[in-house]
């Protein structure tokens, strides 16, 4: 699976940073899902954009995507002071509806569409020094994970499910929890072997959102509305769900993947390979 070939794409993200979105505890995906996600964008990066990944990880302990792709969450335990500060940075809450209102739903920038766009821009600037960049990559690689986990861009009063609680086979959870790991563990898959099953299935759609000017906070949309169609949570308000609820959600979640690795790799090559403008 290889992302769209891009031209001029992510230009309001420049708008967003400089205008609405003026710069200014939840966890999606578990480590497996966000080395997914790394896995499948690395497949589709350009010989130029992957020498550029290469060089700004190339101190890591493992310099890959996805070696730095649960970075953002690990920095809670390993950097507790910057893990606060850039907690809001790993989801949106849309108070109520599907709908973007900057003042309501990203206050101040700290959101992940607004973290999102940041540090796009901050990677795509090559004047900027090698470590700004190296986090900002690292940061760019797991927030767009994080906006494609629809509980992390949902419109209900719970903290993304996790004041949802569920019962699964006797056990107590939350649905966050649910969505961060359990439904994946349904494939029985390692993240590598797990990744690379989902790039073997037939090529994704044109995907209109790598044109958009506002692509971050469509892809947050598209997990709010999910939600809105009935995909996420159970049915009529349940909290005892059962295997079939796990396998029924199980499509949705791998598709999130797969949109995610695709739009990752896209938005990385734009940034650290960016095309020649036409004559």
């Given at each position: 699976m290889?992302?769209?070939?891009?031209?001029?794409?992510?230009?309001?993200?420049?708008l967003?940073a400089?205008?609405v979105l003026?710069?200014?505890?939840?966890?999606?995906?578990s480590?497996?899902g966000?080395r997914?996600?790394?896995r499948?964008?690395?497949?589709g990066?350009?010989?130029a954009?992957?020498?550029?990944v290469?060089?700004?990880l190339?101190?890591?302990?493992?310099?890959?995507?996805a070696?730095?792709?649960?970075?953002a969450?690990?920095?809670?335990?390993?950097d507790p002071?910057r893990?606060r500060a850039?907690?809001?940075w790993h989801y949106?809450?849309?108070?109520g509806?599907?709908?973007?209102?900057?003042?309501?739903?990203c206050p101040?920038?700290?959101c992940v569409?607004g973290a999102i766009?940041?540090n796009?821009?901050l990677?795509?600037?090559?004047g900027r020094?090698?470590?700004a960049?190296?986090?900002?990559l690292k940061?760019?690689?797991h927030f767009?994970?994080?906006?494609?986990?629809p509980?992390?861009?949902?419109?209900?009063?719970?903290?993304?499910?996790?004041?949802?609680?569920?019962?699964?086979?006797?056990?107590g959870?939350?649905?966050h929890r649910?969505w961060?790991g359990?439904i994946?563990?349904?494939?029985?898959?390692?993240?590598?072997a797990?990744a690379?099953?989902?790039l073997e299935?037939?090529?994704l759609?044109?995907?209109?959102?790598?044109?958009?000017p506002t692509?971050a906070l469509d892809?947050?949309l598209e997990?709010?509305?999910?939600?809105?169609a009935?995909?996420?949570y159970?049915?009529d308000?349940r909290?005892?769900i059962?295997a079939a609820f796990?396998?029924?959600?199980?499509?949705v979640a791998e598709a999130?993947?797969?949109?995610?690795?695709?739009?990752?790799?896209?938005m990385l090559n734009h940034?650290?390979a960016?095309p020649?403008?036409?004559?």
């Open positions: 290889r992302p769209n070939r891009l031209s001029s794409l992510f230009p309001a993200l420049l967003l400089a205008g003026a710069p200014g505890d939840a966890r999606a995906w480590a497996e966000h997914i996600v790394a499948i964008a690395e497949s990066l350009t010989p954009a992957r020498a550029e290469d060089r700004l190339a101190g890591e302990a493992d310099p890959t995507l070696g730095i792709a649960a970075w969450d690990q920095l809670r335990d390993e002071e893990g850039t907690a809001k949106i809450n849309f108070q509806r599907c709908e973007f209102q900057a003042e309501l739903d101040g920038n700290d569409v766009n940041r796009y821009l990677l795509a600037q090559p020094g090698d470590d960049r190296r986090d900002a940061f760019l690689v767009v994970g994080d906006v494609h986990q509980l992390h861009a949902g419109q209900r009063d719970d903290a993304g499910g996790n004041r949802y609680q569920v019962n699964l086979d006797g056990r959870s939350n649905l649910i961060d359990t994946l563990q349904r494939r029985g898959l390692e993240s590598p797990h690379a099953a989902l299935q037939p090529p759609p044109p995907d209109p959102t790598l044109r958009s692509p892809w947050a997990s709010c509305r999910l939600i809105e009935g995909l996420v159970p049915a308000g909290h005892v059962d796990l396998d029924a959600r199980l499509p999130r993947l797969r949109l995610a690795g695709a739009r990752l790799a896209a940034a650290l960016p020649a403008a036409a004559p």
